[in-house]
């Protein structure tokens, strides 16, 4: 058996980590997904998006993140997390100009 997490996608907004010209998206839903950032010229540490849940969590919720593939991995990534969504971010500046990836699991 499968888990299936559905429901609508969540809202975004994107962080000052990504730099001038640089983009975030989100796909799936408040429980699971997948979050693409592609950095721009001159990124700093920061957060590099904030997923915004369609319907808030009575509760703080445990995010888990998995980086995809190396680049991801490298990154030194934190999440902060609030009943209202979490936001994902780097201790360190990142490259300009790259890719990551990360997918996030949700529960209370």
Known sequence: H???AGGPSPG???????GS???ATVGGSDTSGSVTIN??????AGCFIT???N??????PHVLITPVGSAAGALQY???RT??????????????????????????
Request: with cysteine; glycine share 14%.
């Open 51 to 53: 997923v915004n849940f």
């Open 12 to 18: 975004r907004t994107t962080g000052s980590a990504l």
């Open 83 to 108: 009943t209202a969504g979490f936001s994902i971010c780097d201790a360190n500046t990142p490259p300009p100009g790259s890719s990551f990836g990360f997918d996030y699991f949700v529960v209370d």
């Open 21 to 23: 010209g640089g983009t």
């Open 2 to 4: 499968h888990i299936t």
């Open 78 to 80: 934190y999440v902060n």
């Open 55 to 60: 319907q808030h969590y009575n509760a703080t």
């Open 39 to 44: 950095t721009g010229s001159n990124p700093g």
